[in-house]
């Protein structure tokens, strides 16, 4: 009668979204200055003036019809070309509008990337703590996903890990960085070591391993740390792309896809991205948000509040006796739960009304994910409930 797999799918949602429609639920019943909500990546932070401006002067300039039409499948040429030119530019490297394909956001980049790469058999490697839906998209892509933990010590790669999970039947590996939900930057050396470690693979095997890079947290960084560009070092690697975190438009779900030749000098992977776009519905980006990428290349909203928030706490933290490790990007802590059980340690933060999100589904148990990428305010009132949380296991 219907698809009992996308039935399960439905009938448990992420536990992302559960615990913030629970803490939509308790904000109701208590009031929203009594609940500190740490669940959702949904950036607080308001959009750098660039966006509201450039949306308005589209809407006053642009003819309607182009403005609210459908653009291409693959996405507006101008557009794209608009993103080549700022990467060449910013890396140093030389793509062109072909090269890329526009989406709704990393969750269709994906979606639509997988697809396009899965045949009968194939696995992709998921190198723990990763996003949870990254396992969803694989295996609706017919892709058996192989987790791959990262070294517990400072979350960089594991190579023996990495060497005992390979076979023959590995087609990709995602890597995210900086990570949700870690925040870590995985370091030059890390990644230099992965491509290396994938060029001897793929000799070994006599077929292209894809490297997937996942960036939508590419310029969420703090300091003088860089990412590394990845296509610079390796030359099968696929980046997906949004716009959501670095402009805050989460809800607004714009990206690209870039397929390099350097991974497809025959076009033939950038046409089964096209396909695989078809096949699940992801042509044609939202149009006006297509047009405002252009204005916004290299902008970002005010980091300094995030590095705000997580300086405070991180500093709670460590009074308070709680295990960190401290990010160097993105919008996430990793802490570690003062019990085995991350789930549990979860259902007693919410005595505190304090809505944490434990890691199991994110491939790494012993944790929860901290998301601060919300109002300041929020944090410092929230940090005599953390202390609280901490007394109740002894830790201060």
Do not use: W
């Not at 975190?245 to 607004?252: A, N």
């Not at 300086?311 to 490790?325: C, I, K, P, R, T």
């Not at 990010?327 to 979860?346: I, V």
């Amino acid at each position: 009668m219907f698809s009992k797999e996308m039935y399960a799918l439905g009938a448990q949602p992420s536990v992302i979204r559960e615990i913030f429609e629970y803490g939509k639920q308790r904000k109701a019943q208590i009031g929203a200055e009594n609940v500190f909500d740490f669940s959702l990546g949904n950036p607080s932070v308001p959009a750098p003036p660039v966006v509201n401006e450039t949306i308005k002067k589209l809407c006053d300039t642009m003819e309607p019809t182009m403005l609210h039409g459908y653009t291409s499948a693959i996405g507006d040429q101008g557009v794209r070309q608009a993103i080549a030119d700022y990467l060449n530019r910013t890396h140093g490297t030389a793509f062109s509008a072909a090269e890329f394909y526009m989406t709704a956001g990393a969750a269709a980049s994906l979606s639509i990337t997988f697809k396009a790469l899965s045949e009968q058999g194939d696995k992709i490697v998921l190198l723990a703590p990763f996003f949870p839906e990254y396992s969803v998209f694989a295996k609706s892509a017919g892709m058996e996903p192989v987790v791959v933990k990262c070294r517990e010590s400072d979350l960089q790669f594991d190579f023996d890990a990495l060497e005992e999970a390979f076979d023959e039947n590995v087609k990709a590996i995602v890597v995210n960085s900086p990570n949700n939900p870690s925040g870590v930057v995985l370091s030059k050396e890390s990644l230099l070591k992965l491509c290396a470690f994938l060029e001897q693979k793929q000799a070994q095997y006599g077929h292209p391993i894809f490297l997937i890079s996942d960036e939508p947290y590419r310029e969420l960084v703090y300091g003088d740390i860089q990412v590394p560009f990845l296509t610079k070092y390796y030359g099968h690697t696929i980046v997906c792309y949004s716009f959501s975190k670095s402009l805050s438009l989460p809800g607004d779900r714009i990206g690209y896809i870039l397929v390099p030749k350097a991974a497809d000098p025959t076009g033939e992977i950038y046409k089964a991205v096209c396909g695989a776009g078809r096949a699940l519905g992801y042509v044609c980006a939202p149009s006006l948000f297509q047009f405002l990428v252009p204005a916004c290349l290299g902008q970002t909203s005010d980091i300094s509040i995030y590095q705000r928030n997580r300086d405070l706490l991180m500093e709670a933290f460590n009074e308070d006796g709680f295990s960190v490790a401290k990010p160097d990007g993105a919008f996430y802590l990793f802490l570690r739960s003062p019990e085995p059980d991350a789930a549990a340690f979860c259902e007693k933060a919410k005595q505190f009304e304090l809505l944490l999100v434990p890691s199991d589904s994110f491939g790494f148990p012993g944790y929860v994910r901290i998301s601060y990428c919300v109002a300041t305010e929020m944090i410092e009132r929230s940090l005599p409930a953390f202390r609280a949380l901490a007394q109740s296991y002894g830790l201060c």
